[in-house]
């Protein structure tokens, strides 16, 4: 969603408003992460949206991320990607805190979410899969989040695909230095980079 776009990222923060020279994708986690590790990086992410339902939707919405993943352009819905022409090594995903707008997501969300790891698990069979949420939600919030992504990761197990795991970023604090609309600024992701690179070091020996 926007914390992995660079959203409000340049921005002084929390309580400035959103422009394009805010954005800033060079610094987030995931971007950083990848040259931690020297990897290369597709990053889908559109600012609001969710895995169940989008920011501010009571039920489910028709243009959440399973929608308009396998879309090249992703408001375009009649340009499939082709998954075959570029295959990842690890599938990131941080997705949840749009979804916890309205409150706990509840089941929807989890069967979302399932069924969406199961459709990128037959697209990239050989990918390990690092679920991760936060910083934006912390309390009941993120422990709610968590504990859906651990029943995602326990289903798939027991399905018999286990090259997966967890990764929960710690709530972030205005003492760290928020970029706009209270979304992480440079020092947050900075951290959340090291965690998600210690991650994939530790599980894949990069």
């Keep these: 969603d926007s914390i ?13 408003a959103f422009t394009p020279d805010t954005e800033n994708h060079y610094l987030t ?9 020297k990897a290369e990086l597709h990053n889908n992410a559109w600012s609001g949206i969710g895995m169940y339902r989008n920011y501010g939707q009571s039920g489910a ?4 991320m399973p929608a308009i993943y396998a879309r090249t ?14 295959v990842p090594h690890v599938v990131v995903i941080n997705l949840g805190t749009n979804d916890s707008n309205k409150g ?6 989890r069967k979302a979410y399932l069924d969406f790891v199961r459709t990128l698990h037959q697209k ?10 936060g910083p934006m939600l912390g309390g009941t919030e993120l422990t709610a989040i968590s504990s859906h992504l651990q029943y995602v990761i326990d289903t798939m197990a ?32 900075a951290k959340m980079a ?11 020996g990069w």
């Excluded at 919405?61 to 959440?64: I, K, Q, Y």
């Excluded at 990239?124 to 949420?133: C, E, K």
Aim: glycine share 10%; with cysteine.
């Design 29 to 37: 986690y995931v971007a950083i992460t990848a040259r931690n590790v």
């Design 73 to 86: 352009i992703p408001d375009r819905a009649k340009n499939d990607w082709g998954f075959s022409s570029w």
């Design 194 to 204: 090291t965690q998600l690179t210690n991650e994939l070091k530790t599980k894949l």
């Design 104 to 109: 706990d997501p509840g089941e929807p969300f």
């Design 4 to 16: 992995s776009a660079g959203y409000g990222l340049d921005g002084k923060g929390p309580n400035c």
């Design 124 to 133: 990239y069979p050989d990918a390990f899969f690092v679920l991760t949420i």
């Design 158 to 189: 027991a399905e018999g695909f286990t090259k997966m795991s967890r990764v929960v970023f710690p709530t972030q604090t205005e003492a760290d230095g928020l970029g706009c609309d209270w979304h992480p600024g440079p020092a947050v992701n």
């Design 61 to 64: 919405s028709s243009d959440a």
